[in-house]
């Protein structure tokens, strides 16, 4: 997992770099749009994850268009440092058919994840859509990473041989390690490996794995959800339940809708409720938002209604991590610019894990304060 970490880092260093040669000044920006016609690069920002889907994007599908540039800025440039980046850059990584590879691979991971975040970011997105759409995108990475390495193989090819460069992996230094006494001599070694299969077992295969990982867990928290709201997803859902599964969703629902030890709705008073909408709402299947009007139409479920706004309510998307740089800029002011990175952190996790924070016994904190130190001890007595 730290391995694709850090080749992912290594990638998009490479990104930002080319973007940073052309952003460095106008004349080598002139030089970019004068080999392009459409998209530009784009920095990699560290806080805005939909950047990376752009700066691959413009290099992805103008590969040869800005390896020109590059060669260019090489040639022209008068600061020798400059032009050596620009001419490593050209050579190394763009001339390189395995980084063309990446690049595929990097676009169509990003893209296909970006389509899904854009939907599910959608203000109207509901829950059980938003399950669906999950659920479908680790299908399509499951099936993705069985044949994605080949169709990533053919359009790499056709990229390279635009830009006239080899189609063939480089070849690495054979890695020759001591074998033990009980190691089988027929084992698979990683430097037995060929450099396609070695890039497509320990690159490829890291990537999409990790992606389908990170869908899983997220798909967890929304299977969690389901397990509890599941049965009010459709009116097709909730007609189709015997009175038995019904009592049973409903007890369970009290139970996950207390806090404090009170709940938001009566089980016994919801199964009446729902007993009745099963053959009071239309035949015809209706969706979460259709079922909450039709009982505000009627406004005589007052259980069921509360249900359904709660449900309606839970957030589709994660944004914790969105959370700490409103946070930050409130902490990290002109006042406390010589606070220590310790300090910074300690006091981010404070206002942010506020609800934590309310319910600690500040007495038993000071007591513990005191007695690891004998002078305060003397002093506090």
């Keep these: 997992m730290a391995k694709t970490c850090a080749k992912a880092k290594d990638f998009f260093r490479i990104i930002q770099r080319i973007y940073t040669i052309f952003a460095n000044s106008t004349k080598k920006w002139h030089i970019l749009k004068e080999n392009i016609i459409g998209l530009t690069p784009k ?3 560290a806080t805005r994850w939909e950047s990376r889907v752009d700066s691959v994007k413009a290099i992805r599908l103008q590969c040869a268009d800005i390896r020109e540039a590059l060669l260019q800025v090489a040639e022209t440039d008068n600061d020798i440092k400059t032009s050596s980046e620009a001419k490593g850059l050209a050579n190394n990584e763009l001339g390189e058919y395995e980084f063309i590879v990446a690049i595929v691979i990097w676009y169509e991971v990003l893209y296909d994840v970006n389509l899904v975040s854009k939907h ?18 680790i299908t399509f990475f499951k099936g993705y990473r069985e044949t994605g390495f080949v169709e990533a193989l053919e359009m ?7 830009m006239d460069i080899g189609t ?15 190691e089988n001599p027929d084992d698979t070694n990683v430097a037995t490996q ?18 389908i990982s990170s869908l899983t867990t997220r798909f967890e928290q929304y299977q969690g959800y389901q397990k509890i709201f599941g049965f009010l997803f459709t ?6 339940l015997d009175k038995k599964s019904l009592k049973t969703f409903c007890d369970n629902l009290e139970v996950a809708l207390r806090k404090d030890g009170k709940s938001d709705i009566d ?4 199964y009446v409720e729902l007993m009745f909408l099963q053959n009071f709402m239309p035949k015809e299947n209706i969706g979460l938002v259709e079922i909450l009007k039709f009982l505000k139409r009627h406004d005589c479920f007052p259980n069921a209604s509360i249900t359904y706004i709660v449900l309606l309510t839970i957030p589709v998307t994660v944004a914790s991590a969105e959370r700490s740089f409103p946070k930050l800029k409130l902490l990290k002011s002109y006042m406390r610019t010589t606070m220590t990175q310790q300090r910074l952190t300690d006091l981010a996790t404070i206002a942010l894990e506020s609800e934590v924070l309310e319910k600690i016994d500040y007495e038993d904190i ?3 304060f005191i007695s690891r130190n004998t002078k305060r001890m003397m002093l506090f007595k």
């Design 168 to 182: 063939t992996f480089r070849k690495r230094r054979e890695i020759k390690t001591k074998r033990h006494f009980d």
């Design 194 to 211: 060929s450099t396609e299969e070695s890039f497509r077992v320990h690159y490829f295969v890291r990537i999409v794995d990790q992606a």
């Design 267 to 270: 089980a016994s008073e919801l």
């Design 156 to 162: 790499a090819k056709g990229i390279a041989l635009e």
């Design 120 to 137: 599910l970011q959608a203000k109207d997105m509901l829950i059980d859509v938003a399950i669906e759409k999950v659920q479908g995108l």
């Design 235 to 240: 009116s097709e859902t909730l007609q189709s």
């Design 366 to 368: 000071i007591e513990d």
């Design 43 to 45: 920095s990699v920002s």
